[in-house]
């Protein structure tokens, strides 16, 4: 047989399937056909729901840290502004400590020259006042040293309160800043994800659309009448086709009529020109030695024509669904 006669015996619709592979490519072809079915995007939907529901839901948690965390801001507020008086009591007392040290020490530089045993001859007194008078600037002097300690333990207690104070401040308002980022880091998350469910079910309403006009075209091509004329090839004895040798296996065989027809050994398709279980065009089922109609024939005798031909001209016949059959 010549590479002419068996260029005839090719379906023209595996010709046309043929002459887009050599322009687009196999590869695309088979990507557009494996693409996401309804299935799969229901699946993602119900992911995608659930997403949304657990960011949905913790929002409101969310919101519940960011407003105490401002509590805690307006109570660290408060405490530091309610040591206020307490610290204008402790400053004013500083003040007045550091005014009698002051004093004293006038008083200390007043007398700086003066010799007390001196005075004291000179005012007609005697001893015991020098030494009463002694004991009384050692006293004022003791005086001095713990009223000196008690002002500066005063004002490191002042800064550690002062400081403490501030840090829970500082600290409430960082706790405010954190929540109210956490918040909008979770609203901006469901945001997201509700646009990914939305574009999702577009997705799926176009995946539907597209799987109802299919199964259209099933009906339509099932409810087709078939031609007059039945097959006439010669139905063995038995009524069982015999295996062909070197063949492809059933399985095979299957996976093209689903591709084709969808299994259907009445499809009719192509305004006509393509009929059977494996759309067999009249002159290539007539090469392969049948007779009369093939959508008429036994689905038996179908799939022993398909197996001959895919053995005899290679899965050519088939361009576009022997590459998912395999």
Not at 28 to 41: I, K
Not at 264 to 269: E, H, L, V
Request: one cysteine or more.
């Amino acid at each position: 047989m010549g590479a002419a006669d068996r260029i005839s015996f090719i379906p023209m619709r595996a010709r046309l399937a043929i002459a887009a592979a050599a322009l687009v490519g196999i590869a695309v072809v088979s990507l557009a056909l494996a693409g996401p079915g309804v299935d799969q995007a229901r699946s993602r939907i119900r992911v995608l729901e659930q997403r949304v529901i657990a960011a949905t839901q913790a929002i409101p948690a969310a919101r519940l840290a960011e407003q105490d965390a401002d509590r805690r801001l307006s109570a660290a507020r408060d405490r530091l502004a309610k040591i206020q008086p307490e610290l204008d009591r402790r400053a004013g007392a500083q003040r007045a400590g550091q005014l009698v040290l002051a004093g004293r020490i006038r008083d200390i530089y007043r007398s700086v020259d003066q010799d007390p045993l001196l005075a004291v001859l000179l005012s007609g007194g005697d001893l015991s006042a020098l030494a009463a008078g002694q004991a009384d600037q050692e006293r004022l002097a003791r005086e001095d040293v713990s009223l000196v300690e008690h002002l500066r333990d005063d004002r490191r207690q002042v800064a550690r309160l002062v400081a403490a104070r501030t840090r829970d401040r500082d600290e409430a308002a960082a706790a405010v800043r954190d929540a109210a980022a956490h918040r909008a880091r979770v609203v901006t998350l469901r945001d997201q994800r509700t646009g990914a469910l939305r574009q999702a079910r577009r997705e799926l309403t176009r995946l539907q659309a597209r799987e109802d006009r299919a199964d259209a075209r099933a009906a339509r091509r099932n409810a087709a009448p078939i031609a007059q004329g039945a097959s006439n090839s010669g139905t063995p004895a038995n009524g069982t086709w015999p295996p062909v040798q070197g063949g492809p296996s059933k399985a095979v065989l299957d996976k093209i009529a689903q591709c084709e027809s969808g299994g259907n050994p009445r499809s009719i398709g192509g305004g006509g020109s393509f009929r059977g279980k494996y759309q067999f065009m009249t002159s290539t089922w007539e090469a392969m030695g049948g007779h009369g109609d093939p959508a008429a024939a036994s689905e038996s005798e179908q799939d022993y024509r398909a197996a001959l031909l895919f053995e005899r001209e290679g899965a050519g016949q088939w361009p576009v669904c022997a590459a998912f059959a395999n």
